[in-house]
Every structure is written in C-alpha cells, then in structure tokens.
C-alpha cells in the first residue's frame, strides 16, 4: 500500500491503512487542528528531517494505571519524597529537556523547533500537560503529553539523574487516575516503559478507548 502523502487539507487516512511499521502518511502541518484531529484518531506525529511523518502503530504500548509496576527502590524514593514533584508549570522548559538530553543508542531528536513550538500552544490551550520533579530547585527529571478524554498520549520524558524520569511518570500516573484517566499511551515498546508495566494491545482496543 502506497504511503499518503498529505497536503493543506485537514485530513488523514484511516488508521488501517498504515504501513506495517505505523507509518501512516507524510507531509501536511503541525497546526493545532491537525495535531487535535490526530490524537482523537490514534495518530501522532514524529520528524524525518523537515518532514512530519504521522504514525499510527499496531499493535499500541500502553499502561493500564492498575497494572504501573514501582520497584521497592522506587517506593523508597516515593516514600522519602526524595524529588520535589510539581505538574503544568515550566511546559516549554520540559520539553526542550527531552529535546536536548542525550539518550543512548539514539542520534539527534524527533522534538524539533516546531514540535516545542506547536506543543507549548497546546499546552496555553489545556490541551497538553507536564510534570517535573526538582532537586534543590533544579528540574532534574519529568514528561509531557496530550490528554484526549480519559487518555493520556504520553510523548517524551528525560532524565537527569538517576531515577527522576520514573519518580515523575509515577507520581503523574497517581495524579491521572485521581483525575479521571484510564489508560496512558505509551505510543511504541521500549525497554524502559516495559519495566513500569508497559504493555502491547491491539490499535482497534486503544481507538476504541479514545472514542
């Protein structure tokens, strides 16, 4: 199946026609419309150079909040309140974080100029969220991410320290389950999402939940 090559017009393909690694279209923008219409629809975007690509993966890597896995290390540091926790202020200075922290294995970033400019207006909408933990007033860890109904499509987290990324993921998904959600999007399978409770479950279940 050919890929979709998208243009001015709000549009995009269904889900299912999806290249067998998410790959789902090319091109188009990253307007406030269109990063709203692809949330809803399971689709989100990452960069190849200049270009957005819009994936839509299936299987899709979640976390139920009942399955969140915490280490006994973990629930020490929770324990000791060993990070200062604090969600939605600083949104642009989380994500030029995961933007710029170096990750192994990986060269340069998805989060380009546009995905921290595109994102941050999301974020003034209420459409976007974050949260970060701090060490003697100093962001060391945290995450951000789009809130769809009683979804959270988690996007990127970073890490500064030992253990601050999942001290803030932790605390967060707490926070989520208060606030009405059910379920966080993970987007693709990794090492370290697994270690939290990570799981893989069919595109057509995860759609069903943003709908």
Not at 51 to 60: E, Q, T
Not at 168 to 175: R, T, W
Request: aromatic fraction near 10%; glycine fraction near 8%.
């Amino acid at each position: 199946m050919p890929l979709h090559i998208l243009d001015e017009k709000l549009w995009f393909p269904p889900v299912e026609e999806s290249l067998e690694d998410g790959l789902l279209a090319a091109g188009g923008d990253l307007s406030i419309d269109r990063l709203l219409l692809a949330y809803k629809n399971g689709i989100f975007p990452w960069f190849d150079g200049d270009i957005p690509l819009w994936w839509s993966p299936d299987p899709r890597c979640v976390i139920f909040p009942d399955e969140l896995k915490i280490s006994h290390s973990m629930k020490q540091l929770l324990k000791q309140n060993r990070f200062e926790f604090r969600i939605d202020e600083h949104f642009t200075e989380v994500v030029l974080n995961c933007q710029q922290v170096e990750r192994k294995d990986q060269r340069g970033t998805w989060i380009s100029d546009e995905i921290v400019e595109a994102y941050s207006t999301l974020h003034k909408m209420g459409h976007a969220h974050c949260a970060a933990v701090y060490d003697k007033g100093e962001m060391v860890g945290g995450l951000y991410g789009i809130r769809v109904g009683k979804v959270f499509c988690g996007e990127s987290m970073f890490s500064k320290v030992s253990n601050a990324s999942k001290y803030a993921f932790i605390k967060y998904v707490q926070h989520l389950v208060a606030n009405g959600i059910e379920l966080i999007d993970c987007q693709v399978h990794n090492p370290h999402l697994e270690s939290l409770g990570a799981r893989m479950i069919p595109r057509k279940e995860f759609i069903s939940y943003l709908k």
